[in-house]
Structures are given as structure tokens and as C-alpha cells.
């Protein structure tokens, strides 16, 4: 391939096959990744056809990983990462130590000896950023307390790779039985490390004034352009310092330039503006991974891709699940991190490139931890499929279910309170930002609520606050009757995870049948699914209650009465709002719709044009008489 061409070639080649490869993989209705992979199998230079750049085509990649851990960063501020550090921390060390010990015994029984197996289970000790945060966010999980786990313990694990391959080289002589000086390779560890410190110091302290003070310079020059080249410039360029000057990874430094950025009122923005880039780039990711894998290993070695394969998506996953429930978590969070750490990806094939330059591993185990990464690449969308279906049938058997969450049983007992008084009271499934508003509204009422939430922080912040909160998953029925759902007043479901929502609703139904529900939804089908249990569950449709108010909002300013406005309001509910286009023509609306306009001919009948344009004092009840407010509350 000529140089001057390699680049570009690479590009299209790449994106061409992706493209190719998703669209087969959706037809079929298997992963894009799957697509993406076979892809890059399809232009690799162990195929015939045409070949793309390995080296260009892992470069590019490289960028993706920038922009997706830079977008990370600025949603996952650095409050967040230390607020997991109690579980990211040992349960990073303790899952890689795991990992490793069983990839020695593989690489033993594979003839490597004790080095090459080291090698190996260090190789699949640590998960893929790019497949891990593509999972998070494809399930709208990001966010969530197991997102945010599972982002810290691969921060963690990325910090611990570091280290491995700072150390490796020095000791590289001592593992092959040659003579060398120990304290070398522990010098070159301590330096390391040291470096990262001063590098993260950096960007805490300096990067946190200088980055959103720089951005907000080019957004007075009001340049769309300019803002965007800005962003890419302090992303890439972070990236490409910290690797450079500190020696940490593009990943760790891209993630924390995005992390000083997360405090800044533009994140948001520069988030968009990466957007474009980042999926394109991270397609390339897949696709450079598939480009490294020789189809020729797959027939002669099934056995030792079945055994790596099993090391990392059950083993790997198994661990996970035992430490993060044994550190007192929820069933839903352990399956949800363990099945997102269930692959291996970049620092993988970095690892084992290193080893087999180094003459530490034979040329198969490289194809090995190729294969595995494929492997486990291509089955990890499926394995978060188990994740429902496992919490289901958790859940169907209390004593397996009390066993694995006996860690946090402490915390799901209620304060020292009368809770045999507790009656008439709210239960509140889920403290994020549509549930603090929601106890907001209780305290200034003096309304007495439960809270119900799998964050041990917040239920320990609310405790000292004096708030009732239970820890642990909303679903749990043994939750649900500490709570006092049965005599409850109201049950409120505000968390985001769509699964656990409909548990804890069909839970609270067989509890507490007559107990009035309100349930928060992210789509029209969850909407009619929860309608379906009863009328007593009430489910809100959070985009559509948002487009309902902003079309209340903007008829009133075109002078449309107010109980025309809520007959329009309750015709987008019954409809579903979920496209546009006229209404449906049934008797029903047709008549409600004549009714409405009748009474909306005889209250604008007395106003001035001016009155008509105008919005009435029935808009607002805020501008109500004190006796006009309580006459329609008694109504």
C-alpha cells in the first residue's frame, strides 16, 4: 500500500466493511459488534481481498478510545469516581488477581510455562473501554450506580495495566531466569506511579481552571467551528500529553481532561460536538480488532479458545459477581457489572504484543488472547441479555436471594423508629433527580416517606438526615414489606432501570393490590405494559409529559382556554403522542373535541381580542385567589 495512501485507504476500507458487516449483523438480528468484527476479519491481512493498514487501522482506533473516554469523563465527574472507590478498588485487584492465577494454570497446561501463562492471565485480566462503556451506554446505564461501578473498577484495572507494562520490561530478564538487578524494575514502578500522581494533581488542580476557562474564551467568539476544533484539540492533545510526558494511557489521560470538564456549564456542548467522531472511530476500534486474528488459529485450537473463552465470560464474571455482592450490593448491580467486565479488549492486545516482544510468549498465545478478545467481544451483548432473566429467577427463590444479599441486610433495616405507626406514608423507589424533587415536594408538605435506594451513600446521607431509607433493590420484595408498602398511601417508582420498575410494580400489586402505583417510563410500550396491571398503576411517560407541557405552554399563547388546553393535554395521553399526524377519528374524540371547542366558543365569548390573546388566570394557579384555589382542590 502506498504510504502517502494508507491513511485514507485505511478509512475507507474500514468504514466501508463496518458498514457492510452492521448491516448483515442487523439483518440477522445479532450485535453490530459481531458486524463490526467480522468486518475487520474480512479486509485483515491473513484473508485474501482487499487488505487495510493493521498498524493505521489500530492508530485510528486509538482515537476512538480518546473520545469515548473523554465523553466518559465528562459525565462521570471525579466525585463520582471516588465516590465508588470503595468497590472499584479491591474489586479491580481482587478480579485481576483471579484472572491471572487461572491463566497461569492455563498457559501451564498449554506448555508456556509459569511466565507465558503470567503473560496470559495478566492479558485477560482487564476488560475493553471501548465494549464496556458501548454496553453501558446502549442499555441507558451510564449513569446508574452499576454504570458508575463498572467505570471506576476499569479505571482502576487500566491504572494496574500501567503498572504491568512499566514493570514488565526490566523484569523481563529476571522471569527468563537471566541475571538482573531487582530494585530496577521496582524503581521503574515507584517512578511510574509517581508520574500518573503529578499527572492526575495536574488536572485536578490546574486543568479543572484551566480547560473551562479556555472553552469558555472560544464560546464568546461565538464559533461553532472554533468550539468544536477546541474540543478535539484539548481531548486528543491531553491525551496524547499525558502518554507522552507521564506515561499513563490515551484512555486514563482522555478521561480525565473530560472529567475536569464535568464541573463546566459547556460539558454538555463539548460532549456533542465529540460525538460524531467518537462512534465512528470506536466502529474502527472493532474493526482493528478483527483485522489481528488469523481464521487459520480458530480451526487448529478450539480447545484452547474454549478455555480462554470460559476464563474470561464465566470465570471473570463469576469473581466479579462474588465480590461485588460480598461488599454488600445488590443482585442487580452485581450481574450488571459482572457481565460488563466479561470481554477483554485493547490493553489485552497490548499486553500480550509486549509479552511475545519481549520472548516472554510463543507466537499462538498472542493468537490466543486474539481469539479470546473476539470471543468474548461478540458474546458479551448476549451476556447482558442473562442479566434479567437471572435477576427473574433470583428473585423467584428468597433464600438463594437473602443468602447472596445477607452483606447488605444491615442496611436495609429501618432506623430505630415506631415502625408499627408507620401508616399513610409515601414510598419512594429511587433518589436521583426526579426523586429528590419528589421528597421535596413531601417535606414542604410535611409528608412522612420512605426512600428505597440501591446508592449505600445516599441512604447513608438521608439517615443522618433523619429520612427513612432502605438499601438495596426496589424489587425486593422483602424491601417493599420493610417499607410498609401494604400500608402505604402512595408507591412511587422513579428509577431508570426499566426491569427493576416493573418488578418492584408487580411485586407491590401482589403485596399491596389496592396501594395507588405511579411508575416513570421511558417509552410508549412500558407505558401500555404497566396501564395493563390495573388502574391503580399510573405510569408517566417522562418525554411525553415534557412535550404535553411545552404544547399546554404554547397553545395558552395562542389564547386557547384553558379546559381546551386540558382536553387537547388528555387526548395526547390517550393517544400516545408518539407521532404526529391528525387524530384518531373515533366517536369518543370526536365528540370531546366538539365539547371543547363549544365551551371554549362561550368563555371567550365576553373578551376582548385583546383577553383572547392573552392567557386567563386559570393557566397559572399560582395567580389564583386563595378561595378559588381550595374550591378547585375540593373539586
Known amino acids: 500500500m502506498d504510504q502517502h495512501a494508507a491513511l ?23 450485535p453490530p459488534i459481531v458486524g463490526y468484527i467480522v468486518a475487520g476479519v474480512s479486509v485483515g491481512p491473513f484473508t485474501p481481498g482487499l487488505v487495510a493498514d493493521p498498524a493505521t487501522a489500530m492508530q485510528l482506533a486509538e482515537l476512538g478510545v480518546i473520545l469515548l473516554m473523554f465523553g466518559v469523563g465528562i459525565h462521570f465527574s471525579i466525585r463520582d469516581l471516588l465516590a465508588v ?46 465494549v464496556l462503556l458501548r454496553a453501558l451506554m446502549e442499555r441507558g446505564e451510564l449513569d446508574t450506580q452499576q454504570g458508575r461501578i463498572a467505570v471506576g473498577w476499569l479505571i482502576v484495572e487500566d491504572l494496574f495495566t500501567v503498572g504491568v507494562l512499566v514493570l514488565l520490561p526490566p523484569i523481563a530478564p529476571l522471569l527468563q531466569g537471566e541475571s538482573g538487578d531487582l530494585l530496577a524494575p521496582l524503581a521503574g514502578v ?43 484539540a484539548i481531548a486528543i492533545g491531553i491525551a496524547w500529553s499525558a502518554s507522552a510526558v507521564f506515561g499513563v494511557s490515551f484512555a486514563l489521560g482522555a478521561f480525565l481532561a473530560g472529567a475536569v470538564l464535568s464541573g463546566s456549564d459547556m460539558s454538555h456542548q463539548a460532549a456533542a460536538d465529540a460525538l460524531p467522531l467518537r462512534d465512528a472511530f470506536a466502529v474502527l476500534f472493532f474493526v482493528s480488532v478483527g483485522m489481528l486474528l488469523d481464521p487459520g488459529y480458530l480451526v487448529s485450537a478450539p480447545l484452547a479458545i474454549l478455555a480462554v473463552t470460559l476464563l474470561i465470560v464465566v470465570a471473570k464474571s463469576a469473581a466479579a459477581f462474588a465480590i461485588v455482592s460480598t461488599l ?11 457481565a460488563a467486565l466479561a470481554q477483554i479488549g485493547e490493553f489485552s492486545f497490548i499486553l500480550a504484543t509486549l509479552g511475545l516482544a519481549l520472548d516472554l510468549i510463543p507466537p499462538e498465545a498472542y493468537q ?63 433518589y436521583g433527580r426526579v426523586g429528590k424533587m419528589v421528597a421535596t415536594a413531601f417535606e414542604r408538605r410535611g409528608f412522612r416517606y420512605v426512600v428505597i435506594s440501591d446508592d449505600r451513600r445516599e441512604v447513608e446521607r438521608l439517615r443522618d438526615a433523619g429520612v427513612l431509607a432502605l438499601y438495596g433493590d426496589a424489587a425486593n420484595e422483602d424491601l417493599l414489606q420493610a417499607a410498609h408498602v401494604e400500608t402505604a398511601r402512595v408507591l412511587i417508582v422513579a428509577i431508570s432501570d426499566a426491569q427493576s420498575a416493573r418488578l418492584a410494580v408487580e411485586r407491590t400489586r401482589g ?10 417510563t421511558h417509552s410508549g410500550t412500558a407505558a401500555l405494559d404497566f396501564r395493563a396491571m390495573g388502574s391503580g398503576v399510573q405510569p408517566v411517560h417522562a418525554e411525553r409529559e415534557l412535550a404535553i407541557q411545552i ?76 378561595e378559588r384555589i381550595q374550591a378547585r382542590l375540593a373539586e
Not at 12 to 25: C, K, Y
Not at 331 to 336: I, K, Y
Request: proline share 5%; glycine share 10%; charged share 15%.
Open 8 to 30: 485514507i485507504e485505511t478509512i475507507a476500507i474500514g468504514l466501508g466493511a463496518a458498514f457492510i458487516g452492521g448491516l448483515v449483523a442487523r439483518r440477522l438480528r445479532l
Open 85 to 130: 472507590r470503595s468497590i472499584a478498588i479491591p474489586g479491580a485487584v481482587g478480579q485481576s488477581l483471579v484472572a491471572t492465577a487461572l491463566g497461569v494454570l492455563l498457559g501451564v497446561a498449554l506448555g508456556w510455562g509459569l511466565v507465558g501463562g503470567l503473560v496470559l492471565g495478566l492479558s485477560i485480566s482487564v476488560a475493553s473501554t471501548v
Open 190 to 232: 515507584g517512578l511510574a506511579l509517581a508520574k500518573a500522581a503529578v499527572f492526575a494533581a495536574l488536572m485536578v488542580v490546574v486543568g479543572g481552571k484551566v480547560v473551562p476557562a479556555v472553552l469558555a474564551v472560544v464560546a464568546r467568539e461565538r464559533s461553532r467551528e472554533l468550539f468544536t476544533l477546541s474540543v478535539l
Open 328 to 338: 454488600g450490593y445488590s443482585v442487580r448491580t452485581s450481574l450488571t457489572v459482572s
Open 368 to 430: 490466543l488472547v486474539v481469539a479470546g478478545a473476539i470471543v468474548s467481544i461478540s458474546l458479551n451483548p448476549f451476556v447482558f441479555r442473562l442479566v434479567e432473566p437471572l435477576e427473574r429467577w433470583l428473585h423467584d427463590r428468597p433464600r438463594l436471594l437473602s443468602r447472596l444479599e445477607r452483606r447488605a441486610s444491615h442496611l436495609s433495616v429501618l432506623p430505630v423508629v415506631e415502625t408499627d405507626a408507620l401508616r399513610s406514608h409515601a414510598v419512594l423507589c429511587g
Open 511 to 520: 403485596l399491596a393490590p389496592r396501594v395507588p402505583v405511579v411508575v416513570r
Open 551 to 626: 404544547a399546554r405552554f404554547s397553545l395558552r399563547r395562542f389564547g386557547v382556554s384553558a379546559v381546551e388546553v386540558d382536553a387537547i393535554a388528555t387526548g395526547l395521553r390517550e393517544r400516545g403522542g408518539t407521532g404526529g399526524g391528525p387524530p384518531s377519528s373515533g366517536s369518543a374524540n370526536r365528540l370531546r373535541s366538539w365539547l371543547a371547542s363549544l365551551w371554549a366558543r362561550f368563555s371567550r365569548a365576553g373578551r376582548t381580542p385583546i383577553e383572547t390573546a392573552e392567557p386567563d388566570a386559570e393557566a397559572d394557579p399560582a395567580q389564583l385567589p386563595a
